[in-house]
């Protein structure tokens, strides 16, 4: 095999308190790529959406220049990329590019790689983009469903089906700063009562997840240390407001991953909802592109 087309889907990491632990694969967006073995890098963009070209700048480069020198691989990658996912938008545009990357040149070296060992390699490219590998959004983008990583040395990732939930992604024309600022505005320590309360909502979300209670899940989506301090940076727009409409409709409301692209999850779909919403953001000044999906079963993938 010289060529493969592969299909990675958009994830939501932290859902709510799950902070660099919980992550879901999204049905839509997706990406499409065509990786090719070359004799000379090349990334080539095909829609608005754009991958990094630069081989100093590209997730994919970060990704293969790892699994090639552990694996000894010859020459180089060729890559055709037809993008849906917004970069920089939160939405795991990064994790995308990272986790097609790792199952192609499994595909294409016949590496015979596990699933959960493509999580590591993908991994690579969350390091690219955060600084150090993170998984909440490159382990649902490879295995599909919602993970839970409960260890990283050695790494560990729970796969689990994910609920029935009906999900809106508000994304908004703010652009979010680097992942490396998101993260800088992190408070070193915090209150007990908000460490306490974080705890109660993780525990809530796991057993949603591990029940497959979508309500259950949607009304676990609070935080009290990573949502409050990037919205006070002005990296969440009008998240807090967005929780309180969200919640007069049955939904939950929660930053997808670093933000700015905002995610409600209920039990099903709601046109007032997205009335609702629009009208919040017209308020506030702000355009926004509301995207109705679901959970993805299925993570990265060859059509």
């Keep these: 095999m010289d060529s493969i087309r592969v299909r990675a889907p958009a994830t939501t990491a932290n859902m709510g308190a799950g902070f660099d632990v919980c992550g879901m694969a999204l049905s839509e967006p997706f990406d499409e790529f065509v990786i090719s073995k070359s004799d000379a ?10 991958a990094a070209t630069d081989v100093d700048k590209s997730v994919f480069a ?19 990329c037809r993008k849906g996912i917004k970069p920089s938008a939160g939405m795991g545009s990064s994790a995308s590019e990272a986790s097609a990357t790792a199952f192609a040149v499994n595909e294409l070296f016949q590496l015979g790689l596990t699933r959960d060992e493509l999580v590591f390699w993908a991994g690579y490219g969350e390091a690219f983009t955060a600084g150090q590998p993170h998984y909440d959004n490159v382990a649902p983008a ?7 990583t409960y260890s990283t040395h050695p790494l560990k990732v729970k796969r689990l089906d994910a609920p029935d939930l009906a999900c809106m992604l508000v994304i908004s024309e703010k652009t979010k700063p680097s992942t490396a600022f998101a993260r800088s ?3 070193e320590s915090v209150p007990r009562k908000d460490a306490l309360a974080n705890q109660f909502t993780l525990a809530k979300l796991l057993v949603g997840l591990y029940g497959r209670d979508a309500a259950l899940v949607a009304d676990s989506l609070d935080d009290r240390i990573v949502e409050p301090a990037r919205s006070k940076a002005d990296i969440l727009p009008h998240l807090i407001e967005l929780k ?4 007069q409709h049955g939904f939950g409301a929660a930053a997808s991953g670093a933000g700015p692209t905002l995610i409600c999850m209920g039990t099903e779909k709601s046109d007032t909802l997205g009335n609702a919403v629009t ?21 990265v993938h060859g059509v």
Aim: hydrophobic share 45%; net charge positive; charged share 15%.
């Design 41 to 50: 890098w090349a990334v080539t963009n095909e829609t608005a959406c754009r």
């Design 62 to 80: 970060f990704v293969w220049k790892a699994m090639r020198e552990k694996f000894g691989l010859p020459g180089s990658l060729s890559i055709v």
């Design 244 to 247: 309180d409409v969200a919640r």
């Design 142 to 148: 490879v295995l599909g469903g919602v993970t839970v």
């Design 185 to 187: 505005v992190l408070p």
């Design 279 to 299: 009208s919040l953001y017209a308020s506030n000044g702000l355009k926004t592109q509301l995207v109705w999906t679901t959970p993805s079963a299925q993570g």
